[in-house]
Nanobody
């Protein structure tokens, strides 16, 4: 059974930092691309950052230069370092694991963690 458990969310003032963690179990972690998504109230879920199994990264334009995604395959964990936080970063942040096997995309989701940035 695949489980993704996020931690590290909370309340922070604008300009502050948070580090989110997502611990994975039940899957071959190193074979999966990992992503952090967020959903603010009344908005669609959006991809914030992603990292491939090989370590390549990409970011939403809104977080480039402020957020950094990394992974530790030995710990089956992906991180999202968030700096210079803004009120508009307030959302539920969820990690996801993705892998395409043959033609089938397998995607697993965590439960999410709330990030609230006060202005």
């Amino acid at each position: 059974q695949v489980q993704l458990a996020e931690s590290g969310g909370g309340l922070v003032q604008a300009g502050g930092s948070l580090r989110l963690s997502c611990a994975a179990s039940g899957l071959t972690f190193g074979s999966y691309a990992m992503g952090w998504y967020r959903q603010a109230p009344g908005k669609q879920r959006e991809l914030v950052a992603a990292i491939t199994s090989g370590g390549s990264t990409n970011y939403a334009d809104s977080v480039k230069g402020r957020f950094s995604i990394s992974r530790d395959n030995a710990k089956n964990t992906v991180y999202l370092q968030m700096n210079s936080l803004k009120a508009e970063d307030t959302a539920v942040y969820t990690c996801a694991a993705e892998r395409t096997i043959l033609t089938t995309l397998r995607r697993y989701w965590g439960q999410g963690t709330q990030v609230t940035v006060s202005s």
